[in-house]
C-alpha cells in the first residue's frame, strides 16, 4: 500500500493531500529509511516515524485498512510505539536559557 493512503486511510492525516506533504517533504521515515515521495510502499510491519502536530510520531502497521473509516477503525491499523527518548520538536525554554548563560 502507498505511504500516503496508508495514512489517510489511517487518520493520521486529516486529508489525502496532507499524507502527500508528509511523505513528500522528507521527514517520513519507513524502517528507518528516509522516504521522499508518496508511492513509497509500506507493509504490515513496518515502522513510521515522522513529525505531527510538533511531535514525533512512531507508529508500527498491524493491518492494512480497507477504506477510510471511523477513527477507532484507522486505530486499529497502527501500533503507538513509545516515544521515550524522543522529545519534541519545540524548544525548550528551560534549556535555551541555560545554553544562553554558558555562552
Known sequence: MRVDRFLWFARLA???SAAQAIAEKGTLRID???????AAPVRIGSVLAFPLYGKIRVVRVEQFPARRGPPAEGRACYQELATDGVQSLAPNPANVSQDAASD
Open 32 to 38: 528507518g529509511r528516509r522516504v521522499e515521495r508518496a
Open 14 to 16: 486529516k486529508t489525502r
